[in-house]
């Protein structure tokens, strides 16, 4: 069998998958035709890692930076002047024509929004830097074409929505926010998993499957290389079901792995999934579903153990949390464009913790959304708060916090991603979640460039010193192969304060143990606690000390945290 024609019956396999058994030659043919595969396709080598630890990734939205020009001329920029080798990844959040939520209610997938650029300036940073686009596929704007289409009873948009009568059981459906699933429309209803002008896409149309291959393969003509699956998990829809992580969604993300790799070899999936943990892993599949999952669990743990000063939970998780295999990882992140999700603590947290969690933040200028549960009730369903807001406190210890925790996150396991409003300590935009009445807003404030700059510009200014230390620490990290994304980590016992990682590069040569005090104390451990390999030197990276071999115990400021890395000590003959 010819390589085409293995990539064929894979292809087909996938529809079967999706669709049952029939003949889907004719789906089939038309997604390779679409992928322009006929003509050229690479050969994928499996479980090849397409990162380093030199990858670190900045989220943001084209506009968070307006200034003279075009917000995506202004974003290219501000990289450019401030975070040139800093970076490897850039992902800018919709930056699509849309009606609302952000950007995330798409109206053209294959247009750049012209209040913030063009495609030459998507392809400008693309260019420079691995650039991540979102693929919007759970639902489009009541804007978009197609739903046009579906009101005037036109194909291929009349076939393109799911419908659904108020008068069915829909109670067992996941349900992310507390708006009313089903929106009127004309004599019928149809299904909105987030808003009213977000209509959910039906993926049971073989045709709309067909439609988003195109708009891929359109973004990877546009020089993106790596997919963010908004929402990925609500895809497919079977009533009488929780309509969340169902058989045919995995399939969905396989297939469409199996397309982009066989055009671009290097490219990369990441599912944006916030539900639980485990549900969370199983976007992995078996190392042929997603390169990368967005880590959910990380932000509301790590934010409950530097509020508290246990890493008892954290620590916990992590030690349950598989290693991610060869051509897999964890996409790492304290602080996104959304909110700190609740849902990924549950069974970490309990209900309890997660109130106390809530209050605390409320406290610290944070609001709280809400989603709807299956018997009418409600519950907390993410914090909305800048990250640095949400590590201050009245000990005069918030940024100490704020750094310490960002520490933990160039540690782990993974690929470390910031927001672009942790990098420059940005506060909370009471103002703006005012204005909008929309509490995400609180953590998408938009810097006035000439202002920035001012600020940036002054070392004694927060949002300056912030940025140069968080600059450093990802320069530290970035030059050490322990942190490969792969590299070894087991979980070290430290009491419930410190917690620590010890990581070793793949090639075993070098180890890093990375301590962090999650307290407002002043700790100290005794040297032997850690096991230093006695024949290796070691120093911190992060202050430079060496350690001697007379020290007996490590000291630790509130907050601190050392990075201990061994230099080979050549020994005498």
Same mark, same amino acid.
């Given at each position: ?46 479980? #090849? ?14 506009? =968070? ?52 650029? /063009? ?39 009349? #076939? ?70 908004? /929402? ?15 058989? &045919? ?15 671009? +070899? ?57 290693? /991610? ?10 602080? =996104? ?98 204005? #909008? ?47 490969? +994304?792969? /590299? ?21 040569? &070098? ?63």
């Amino acid at each position: 069998m010819s390589p085409l024609d293995q990539l064929l019956e894979r292809i087909t396999n996938h529809l079967v998958v999706i669709y049952g058994e029939g003949d889907h030659e004719a789906l089939r043919d038309g997604l390779v035709d679409a992928m322009h595969l006929r003509e050229h396709f690479y050969e994928p080598v499996p479980y #090849s890692d397409h990162w380093s630890e030199r990858d670190v990734t900045l989220i943001t939205y084209g506009d =968070s930076i307006v200034g003279e020009g075009k917000p995506l001329h202004v974003l290219h920029e501000f990289l450019g002047k401030h975070l040139e080798g800093i970076l490897s990844t850039v992902h800018i959040l919709p930056y699509f024509p849309s009606t609302s939520d952000d950007g995330f209610a798409v109206s053209d997938y294959l247009g750049v929004n012209p209040e913030l650029g /063009a495609w030459e300036d998507i392809e400008a940073i693309a260019f420079e830097y691995r650039l991540m686009s979102d693929l919007v596929v759970n639902h489009c704007s009541a804007s978009h074409e197609w739903f046009q289409q579906y009101q005037r009873g036109e194909e291929p948009g009349a #076939s393109f929505f799911i419908e659904a009568s108020p008068e069915e059981d829909l109670s067992a459906v996941i349900r992310p926010r507390t708006i009313p699933l089903l929106r009127p429309t004309g004599d019928k209803h149809v299904w909105c998993t987030f808003g009213h002008d977000q209509i959910d896409l039906n993926f049971r149309e073989p045709r709309l499957l067909l439609e988003l291959v195109k708009i891929i393969r359109g973004h990877l003509d546009h020089g993106i290389s790596m997919f963010r699956l908004d /929402a990925i998990a609500f895809v497919w829809k079977e009533i009488g079901t929780s309509c969340i992580n169902l058989r &045919q969604t995995h399939e969905i993300v396989r297939l469409f792995r199996t397309l982009i790799e066989h055009v671009k +070899p290097d490219g990369v999936i990441i599912t944006e999934t916030n539900i639980p943990n485990r549900e969370n892993l199983s976007y992995f599949g078996n190392f042929n579903e997603a390169h990368s999952i967005y880590n959910f669990s990380l932000p509301p743990l790590l934010l409950h153990a530097l509020s508290t000063g246990t890493c008892l939970y954290l620590r916990r998780w992590l030690m349950s949390m598989p290693p /991610a295999q060869p051509g897999t990882t964890y996409f790492n992140f304290i602080a =996104s464009h959304d909110g700190i999700g609740l849902r990924p603590a549950e069974g970490l947290l309990g209900i309890e913790q997660i109130d106390e969690l809530v209050e605390k933040m409320k406290s610290n200028g944070g609001r709280v959304s809400e989603r709807t549960l299956p018997d009418g009730s409600t519950r907390p369903y993410e914090i909305n708060i800048s990250l640095f807001d949400a590590f201050q406190g009245d000990d005069g210890l918030g940024e100490a916090r704020f750094l310490c925790a960002h520490s933990v996150l160039l540690a782990l396991e993974g690929m470390p991603a910031f927001y672009i409003h942790s990098l420059l300590g940005t506060r909370n935009d009471e103002a703006k979640a005012e204005a #909008s009445g929309h509490n995400r807003h609180i953590n998408r404030h938009q810097w006035d460039a000439a202002a920035l700059e001012e600020a940036l510009a002054d070392p004694g200014n927060p949002h300056a010193r912030v940025l140069s230390k968080l600059k450093k620490l990802i320069e530290i990290r970035t030059s050490q192969s322990s942190f490969h +994304p792969n /590299a070894t980590q087991f979980t070290l016992h430290l009491g419930e304060e410190v917690f620590g990682l010890w990581r070793q590069s793949l090639d075993r040569r &070098q180890n890093i143990f990375c301590l962090h005090n999650l307290s407002d104390k002043e700790k100290i451990i005794p040297l032997t606690s850690v096991n230093l390999v006695t024949t290796d030197e070691w120093f911190d990276l992060l202050s430079g000390q060496d350690l001697s071999e007379e020290m007996t115990e490590l000291r630790f400021a509130p907050y601190q945290s050392m990075w201990l890395a061994s230099k080979l000590k050549v020994l005498p003959y």
